[in-house]
Nanobody, 117 residues
Framework: QVHLEESGGGLVEAGGSLRLSCSAS??????????LGWYRQAPGKERELVAT???????NYGDAVKGRFTISRTSAMTTTFLQMNSLKPEDTAVYYC?????????WGQGTQVTVSS
């Protein structure tokens, strides 16, 4: 079993910054994840890609956050960070951490990020 624990969400003014963290804990077996990522979902909207990072260090960003957000991870692929700068009200959403290897996909519980104007 894998539990993803997220932290760092909260309320911030437009133009501000937040850093989200997500760490995996293993109940029995360790999973060597290949991809770590962040997704977000606003009320009434579909869940969308924010950023992903692979074991090799390749990154991918959603168009809406390019140039403002940066994803990183520990070399062990057990923790991922999302540095969010120049936040906008439209960034307001529940942010979900994801860790995956092949068909094994795990999601965090989600953390609320609210950006005020």
């Amino acid at each position: 079993q894998v539990h993803l624990e997220e932290s760092g969400g909260g309320l911030v003014e437009a133009g501000g910054s937040l850093r989200l963290s997500c760490s995996a804990s293993y109940g029995i077996d360790t999973i060597n994840f290949n991809v770590l990522g962040w997704y977000r979902q606003a009320p009434g909207k579909e869940r969308e890609l924010v950023a992903t990072i692979t074991r090799g260090g390749s990154t991918n960003y959603g168009d809406a956050v390019k140039g403002r957000f940066t994803i990183s991870r520990t070399s062990a692929m057990t923790t991922t960070f999302l540095q969010m700068n120049s936040l906008k009200p439209e960034d307001t959403a529940v942010y979900y951490c994801q860790m995956a290897r092949a068909s094994l996909v795990y999601w965090g519980q989600g953390t609320q990020v609210t950006v005020s104007s």
